[in-house]
């Protein structure tokens, strides 16, 4: 059905192409006699200026006819510019028309204080090879001719446009000033210094015009968009596996990472550096364009602005290709708060009903939610928003991540949502006791080590773990039952409990990390029962339906840090397969 329609829609193009040429022409041939009709005439005289103050435009002359002013760059998106790519040029959405990808131009200097987009003297293009190409295909009837492009004053300042030479790219002068190199055949590159953000919808309007003699003779616009940035879901194939190395800290967890990891394909990274809580330096994300044999897929990162030199983003082992770029300022917040803006608190779902590329969701914890700055740029992706907001406020790092977690099935395509439970952590509580496992000590190893009993005999923190519940997780899994369009059977309410101040009283088994089918999970230091954790046990339990396999690893430095898993690593995912522009409704 996609490949009829898109023969359909290529045959309306064809044909209104065909109209358009035959129309042209048409007006052309009638020009031309004209011309030859005022030749034979004697010469009139020369005109006043009162004559012409209120002149017509003149009429267009033969040369600026399509079949020898071309001008257009990859509208239709298959990795080709050709005479296709006429119809449509001028009218830019997600679904069609050329897209220009963003460079990060000081990436090499992290310390800059001046945004990309400012800085104005561009001379050579950052990456030649991933130039969004323009053509522009003349006849020789403009040998005489000058030839300029321009952009809309809005968004000038946002983009870099380059000719490329015999002696290589050269900057082109898009306020008009300055012609380019002549040729009948020119190539022009595109790049753009930002995405569309809260100041610029991300596209630009470059018009092409030919000039004989100070006066216009062809003029031609296309229009053309920056391709989004999209945050992949955990839910996606790893590639890359990233922690901080804290010496013999997390050495034995390290340990355990690599031999969980490695046999599923991907690789860890050990970063040498100060921060132990990887998630919250930088949200790995990508972009898609396309190219002629397949989707080209470009790895960019949001980097933290918290801290602005100690944590510098971790490049991933595609060095050369990944891009990483900052959004806003660092923030002044109290201590409180402090962690709100950290990255493992954006997060985005898998392929929803009405979100093909996921939804993006955060922790709000009211007075302080997450940086405005990133949720506005979000929106103004336009593919995974507008987002959705989750109460964090009772948390003590304030991060969604410590709560919500989506989960690959065994099935392709198919995911479960954990969501933490304070109400089935006081039951398993419950139920060792009423198995008489009373005196087994729980919390094993950690500050909060104790037996099942005495925690039973703490009438408050079993109210405060139940009112949570009832307060707290209730009303946010209906919410994400509304806004995700989640059924019952796709929810599995996780044991935990959480101390006064929101911090996980034992190791929170939902701030997990799905790897290419096997799930990495903080072990929890239950209950040994005949030798087998009783806590882990009943996770595997609640996720033997899904056919996930978990593997237990021993976060006690992350615990005691009141952090886990996921909140200790990062990740690269693979992209969609599929390009955006083709799974999205037409917009």
């Given amino acids: 059905e996609l490949a009829r329609q898109a023969k359909e829609r290529q045959e309306l193009a064809l044909k209104e192409l065909t109209r358009q040429e035959l129309e042209k022409q048409e007006l052309a041939l009638k020009e031309q006699q004209r011309q030859e009709l005022e030749l034979n005439q004697p010469a009139s005289p020369q005109p006043t200026p009162e004559s012409t103050a209120t002149a017509t435009p003149a009429p267009v002359t033969p040369a600026a006819s399509p079949s020898n002013f071309f001008f ?44 990309t987009w400012q800085q104005t003297k561009v001379s050579v293009p950052r990456r030649a090879a991933m130039l969004s190409q323009v053509n522009l ?68 309007n470059l018009k092409a015009t030919a000039e004989n003699n100070g006066q216009q003779i062809a003029a031609t616009t296309i ?12 839910t996606a194939p790893v590639t890359e596996v990233q922690v901080s190395d804290r010496g013999s800290a997390n050495s034995e967890f390290i340990s355990q990472l690599k031999q969980a990891v490695e046999p599923t394909g991907a690789q860890v990274k050990i970063i040498q550096g100060d921060n132990a809580w990887m998630q919250d330096i930088q949200k790995n994300g990508y972009v898609q364009v396309p190219q002629k044999l397949e989707v080209g897929q470009v790895d960019v990162a949001i980097k933290s602005n918290r801290d602005q030199e100690e944590n510098l983003p971790a490049k991933s082992t595609k060095e050369r290709d990944l891009r990483v770029f900052k959004i806003g300022n660092s923030r002044s917040k109290d201590p409180v708060n402090q962690w709100s803006d950290g990255y493992g608190n954006l997060q985005v779902t898998p392929p929803i009903p009405g979100h093909p590329m996921g939804r993006v969701y955060y922790g709000n914890s009211g007075n302080v939610g997450f940086n405005p700055e990133v949720l506005d740029f979000i929106q ?17 790092t304030r991060q969604v991540d410590e709560i919500i977690n989506f989960i690959p099935t065994q099935i392709p395509g198919k995911y479960i949502m954990a969501i933490a439970s304070p109400e089935a952590g006081v039951k398993l509580l419950e139920e060792l006791a009423g198995k008489g496992y009373g005196d087994v000590t729980i919390n094993r190893g950690l500050s909060t080590e104790t037996t099942v009993s005495a925690a039973l005999k703490n009438p408050a923190l079993l109210q405060h773990n139940l009112n949570l519940q009832k307060q707290k997780l209730n009303p946010i899994l209906e919410k994400l039952k509304r806004e995700f369009s989640l059924a019952d059977d796709q929810i599995v309410q996780v ?12 190791p929170n088994m939902v701030n997990s990390v799905p790897i290419n089918g096997k799930l990495l999970v903080s072990n929890p230091r239950g209950a040994l029962i005949d ?57």
């Fill in 380 to 396: 103004a992706q336009r593919i995974q928003g507008p987002a959705v907001d989750i109460d964090t406020s009772w948390l003590l």
């Fill in 495 to 506: 044991p935990a409990m959480f101390g006064y101040s929101g911090y996980a009283w034992w």
């Fill in 72 to 115: 257009a760059g990859d509208t239709n998106r298959d990795g080709n510019i050709n005479q296709l790519d006429e119809a449509g040029k001028e009218q830019w959405s997600l679904s069609s028309g050329a897209l220009i990808l963003f460079s990060d131009r000081h990436n090499d200097d992290r310390r800059s204080k001046i945004p």
């Fill in 137 to 204: 295909i003349l006849s020789e009837n403009f040998k005489n001719s000058q030839l300029f492009i321009t952009a809309d004053s809005i968004a000038s300042p946002h983009i870099s446009v380059f000719q490329k030479t015999g002696d290589g790219w050269k900057p082109v002068d898009i306020s008009g000033a300055k012609p380019l190199v002549f040729s009948t055949n020119i190539v022009l590159g595109v790049e753009a210094k930002q995405f569309a953000d809260r100041n610029w919808n991300g596209t630009v």
């Fill in 531 to 587: 030798g087998l954790d009783y806590t882990q046990e009943r996770l595997r339990q609640l996720l033997l339906p899904a056919g996930v396999s978990v593997s237990f690893l021993d976060d006690r430095y992350y615990q005691e840090l009141k952090g886990n898993v996921q909140s200790a690593t990062n990740t690269v995912r693979k992209p969609e397969p599929r390009p955006f522009w083709q799974s999205l409704p037409n917009n």
């Fill in 223 to 234: 229009q053309m968009g920056v391709s989004p940035w999209i945050m992949p879901a955990n």
